[in-house]
């Protein structure tokens, strides 16, 4: 079976950057969409970012600027380079892949951002 296992959450001061990892192993034939999704404390879980097999991303509008999404097909791997830190970013970032129609999630990783 696909596993999704991420890396990269830390306590960071606003202003600071953090990168996450996604990489995927398993029976892998397509990864047709990458993604990260976020819930904070109280809130609903929210798309952050994704990035088709066609290159196409797009981005929630409260981090457009300030966190890029990218891909390395080679290693099954996506990233979210996440810049310019604010306390509102504080929560459970979460990979997706959409793999032969099949949705995955990742385990979680905590990021929290102090004042």
């Known amino acids: 079976q696909v596993q999704l296992v991420e890396s990269g959450g830390d306590l960071v001061q606003a202003g600071g950057s953090l990168r996450l990892s996604c990489a995927a192993s398993?029976?892998?034939?397509?990864?047709?969409?990458m993604g990260w999704h976020r819930q904070a404390p109280g809130k609903q879980r929210e798309l952050v970012a994704q990035?088709?097999?066609?290159?196409?991303?797009n981005y929630a509008d409260s981090v457009k600027g300030r966190f890029t999404i990218s891909r390395d097909n080679a290693k099954n791997t996506v990233y979210l380079q996440m810049n310019r830190l604010k306390p509102e970013d504080t929560a459970v970032y979460y990979c997706?892949?959409?793999?032969?129609?099949?949705?995955?999630w990742g385990q979680g990783t905590q990021v929290t951002v102090s004042s």
């Open positions: 990035i088709t097999s066609g290159g196409t991303t």
């Open positions: 398993g029976s892998i034939s397509s990864i047709n969409v």
């Open positions: 997706t892949f959409l793999i032969s129609s099949n949705i995955y």
